[in-house]
């Protein structure tokens, strides 16, 4: 799946907490070491064949019940009489189990109310080498609460009537809520599945169907079996949503369903899904018609995960599916491609070749975020994806990966917390960024055919990651490329993959010689044993060929540091780490990081390219957080930026003063000095987009623009907030919608400027009114960035208001888009935390709401009296089994804290008694009347 996603844009950000949050649910919190979560591995199932009876009442709010029956083949590795699989507590209601003809009596099956592991007696021994028929019939229950197992879902048409679905979603272990089954992906069987429904609705599931039956008002639809496949996978979707038939992928028919009225909408995916996945054919040398005939991709109204690579039958939110080419953003369409590229790619990192267990997440994940950029950048490649991997993938998950309680890539996780906190970032990030690190070692040829091989060896099969190093081993050992002396990947991969955090290499230039020594680099804590295997390149400004190869020139090894001859001799400067194709940061010593300095203030930043200025500003930010370097040092080497117009260069630079801007307040003296200082380092990078220069065949030009006025704005340059404001008030007085790119800047700049709340109620009854996906989550954050509280509190109540119009996946996006908004924002919305505890654990989709609320606030803690309101909420209002993640909430806000007392004298000098910056010069008047010009005689967007 899809779970989470780090974003160019602020109202992705609240995507990701969302996301995250839903896919914590139904957590139990036992510690319960003792308890067996696995299932044995004797009893291997071959083939299911599954009935499922949906009747007509189910498809309303009248009844939560299906009937199902299961058949299940298997064998067993030894003799025994004890079946062990998982059927849900909750949701399953079992009625009869029969073993081949044999009824088990109801005292010999039981269902372990916590594990969810159904253990069955059998009247027999079960001998090797004989295929066993496990029969049970069973009534299901729908989930209707969570989006997780079989649930109803709803939608209103156009015509107000509201329309029931039934949909699916079984990563990680819900399955098990379906349907009795083994729920492990180690257990590959085939399934048949039938499913009988009303005749006004149709049923798809991961394979094609032919109609088999008919009765009474209802319809059997017979599916073809499957290919081997992890119970994980299957999907059903029972609805009256329609299809859009696109062209066949080869011989593969290829389709996009959603609701009806939103089949205007399905152009784009129609468009890119084909090339994506002939893409993928041809990289991995196994043809998607090998293992599936058919490819649905249908967009659910209600879904809790961004995406889900069910095989077959792919299930999306509507946003990313669904694209509208005159009113969603060109931020959109890449994530529709990119989206889509990361289920496809999952259809051989995943479906065909699966992790064997949860605690390999990454080797489903990590590959599927490496397709999800790479395979997009070889169909599109003037979106510059390899180049956006480092600023989204790479450079945001070193800041995660330094944390002390980073876990690492690969470890055990047996609850379901502990499963579901491996569908965190470090599995999806770091493994992307790990397997690009090993791609660039051994060349992207050798790594492609390595992917190849491993494919073809471990079809159908489950893997372990030394399974992925030993393949890959043959095609290092059948080529040129370099491992360290006497190693094998086996060795090199070890800590990368069973060690949290990464390297800072420190660099020091001794005449021709080059010293590196290696430490884990953390933000705070000590680590002094963990080293790593390193794969060094560098270039030097006498380099012809700058920062093109990425092949390791040298290695370090775990040996504590190492030295290198190189010829430097003429060099006057010497950078590591070409393309940042390495997961490591680095550190140089004061000369060299002079020359770093002298270089990029020269004509083109002297041959310094894009990626690695942009490795060089985050390297520098993260180093001075940690005390690494002075924050003047990072001034002075980033005062190139005037001169920079990079979107890479400036998405780093951005992160960097986000993070001193959220610590020391944005409102506080020394954040309005920053915020003057960004202003004007970034004055001809304001100018070079503009808010009226469009040109949205130019996705990265699109990309700068929004980073660059959303930045501006919330700095307070006031051209920019005069030019969102006419905009908004063009779309308000004359009905002309802002371009579609910039709407997002404009919605929130004007309201956040307003002192008319009929501004704020405009854009509400525009969120009513509209259905289209890409434009409800544009105006979900805008409306909390008002600054008036009465509307900010009545927002936060909507949130919580059955039928208010707020779709249950959107009411967290509402409270994260009130304290993101604007400083005061923090307060309204831990008002209304504290008053409305109960009321939001229930009505936020009644997941784990409450600790990640808590958590995402106390991050923008900035005062110590903030602190102390939330010790007392904790003590007087929370419920007992949240408080270890309040713990962790209160000791992240004091570790920040903390850190701006350590860091505030020094900023403080520096913005204070050093610099002196000064407003930069603005022509407002001019700036509003080319806006009203091209707003009045262009529609040129
Ligand atoms: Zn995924």
Known sequence: AIVFLENRMAQ?????????????????????????????????????????????????????????????????????????LHSSYDHIRLNLVTIGNTDVNETNYSVNNITDILTITSPFQLNPNITYQLVINFTGILSTTEMTGFYKSSYVREDGVTRYLLTTQFQPTSARRAFPCLDEPFFKA??????????????????????????????TYQFDDTALMSTYLIAFVISDFTCTQGEDIGTVPYQICSRDEANSTREWALEIGPPLVESLNDYTQFDYNRSKSKLDQV????????????WGLVTY???????????????????????????????????????????????????????????????????????????????????????????????????????????????????????RMVEHVMGSTNFKNGLRD?????????????????????????????????????EVMHNWVNSPGFPLLTVAVHGTHIEISQERFLISGNDTITRWYVPISYTTSEDANKFNSTAPQQWLTPAASASFHIEVTNATWFILNNQQSGYFRVNYDNNGWNNIRDALQKPEFDGIVEVNRAQIVDDLFNLARRDKIEYARVFSIVQFLVNETSYFTWNSAFRGFNFLLSRVGLESQLGQAISGYVLNLMENLYTNVSFVRHNTDDQIHTFKQVLALSTACRLGKSACIASSKVFFHVYKDFGLRPPKNLRGVVYCNALRHSTDSSDWEFLWQEYLSTTLASELVTIIPALGCSRDRTLLERYLNLSITENSGIRSQDRLSVFNSVFNGNPMGIEVAFEFLTNNHARINEMYLSMNALPNLINGLAAVFTTEEEIERLEEFIEEGLPAEYLPAATTAIETARANIAWVEHFHQHLFDFFFVVSTPGAAPETLGLHVCVVLLVVFFGQLF
């Not at 591995?41 to 939560?64: C, K, Q």
């Not at 967009?299 to 069910?310: L, T, V």
């Not at 070749?353 to 950048?377: I, Q, R």
């Not at 471990?458 to 030993?470: A, G």
Request: with cysteine; hydrophobic share 40%; net charge negative.
């Open 454 to 490: 491993y494919l073809d060896e471990f079809q159908y099969q489950t893997t372990l990651p030394e399974d992925l190093w030993r393949t890959l081993q043959r095609s290092v050992d059948n080529s040129t490329a370099k491992l360290p002396a006497n190693t094998t990947l086996v």
């Open 190 to 219: 085939i399934f048949e599945i039938f499913i009988t429904h009303p005749v006004e609705y149709n049923a798809l599931s991961n394979t094609p169907s032919t109609l088999n039956g008919t009765a009474s008002g209802t319809e």
């Open 299 to 310: 967009a659910i109204p209600d879904f809790a995960a961004g995406a889900m690579e069910n």
């Open 12 to 84: 992705n950000r609240l995507i990701i907490g969302l996301l995250l949050a839903a896919c914590i649910s139904n957590v139990q919190l036992q510690t319960t070491d003792e308890i067996e979560w696995r299932l044995p591995t004797i009893i291997r199932p071959s083939r299911y064949r599954l009935h499922i009876d949906v009747p007509e009442a189910a498809l309303s709010p009248e009844s939560n019940e299906y009937g199902g029956h299961s058949v299940m083949l298997f064998t067993t590795l030894e003799p025994t009489t004890t079946i062990k």
């Open 317 to 435: 939110r509507e946003v990313f599916l669904l694209w509208d080419s005159d009113e969603s953003s060109n931020n959109y369409k890449q994530l529709i491609a990119t989206i889509n590229s990361h289920e496809f790619g999952h259809f051989w990192f995943g479906n065909l070749v699966t992790c064997n267990w949860w605690s390999e997440t990454f080797l489903n994940e990590g590959f599927a975020t490496y397709f999800e950029y790479f395979t997009t950048h070889d169909v599109l490649p003037s979106w510059e994806l390899d180049k956006q991997y480092i600023v989204d993938i790479v450079q945001p998950i070193l800041i995660t990966d330094a944390l002390e309680n980073a876990l690492p890539l690969q470890s055990e996780a047996n609850t379901p917390t502990e499963v579901m906190a491996k569908f965190g970032r470090i599995s999806y990030s770091k493994g992307g960024a790990i397997f």
